[in-house]
Nanobody, 124 residues
Framework: QVQLVESGGGLVQAGASLRLSCAASGRTFSSYAMGWFRQAPGKEREFVAAITQSSGSRLYTDSVKGRFTISRDNAKNTVYLQMNSLKPDDTAVYYC?????????????????WGQGTQVTVSS
């Protein structure tokens, strides 16, 4: 089992950058595919980005391609989401998630563990 704790959210103006971090407990972090999701008020949780265990492959939703970068440091048990050129539409609670085996997926139901979320608010 793994516990996930997100940090790095905040209130920023449009065009600014933030870096989210997700620290994982446990000794098997490197075996998990990791994902970032977000949920805005009144909307369903949506996929943002994901990364394979060895960082060999990354997935992004179209709306963040070229602006967001997912990365991980297995030695630090941490996954990151670098967010540049933020827009008001990026406002949401951001969650990291871990998938015990296989490739990362775009659907929340295919992830086994979740963090508590961190709020990102982008003002216009």
């Amino acid at each position: 089992q793994v516990q996930l704790v997100e940090s790095g959210g905040g209130l920023v103006q449009a065009g600014a950058s933030l870096r989210l971090s997700c620290a994982a407990s446990g000794r098997t972090f490197s075996s998990y595919a990791m994902g970032w999701f977000r949920q805005a008020p009144g909307k369903e949780r949506e996929f943002v980005a994901a990364i394979t265990q060895s960082s060999g492959s990354r997935l992004y939703t179209d709306s963040v391609k070229g602006r967001f970068t997912i990365s991980r440091d297995n030695a630090k048990n941490t996954v990151y989401l670098q967010m540049n050129s933020l827009k008001p539409d990026d406002t949401a609670v951001y969650y990291c998630a871990a998938r015990e085996s296989g490739w990362p997926r775009r659907t929340p139901d295919e992830y086994d563990y979740w963090g508590q979320g961190t709020q990102v608010t982008v003002s216009s």
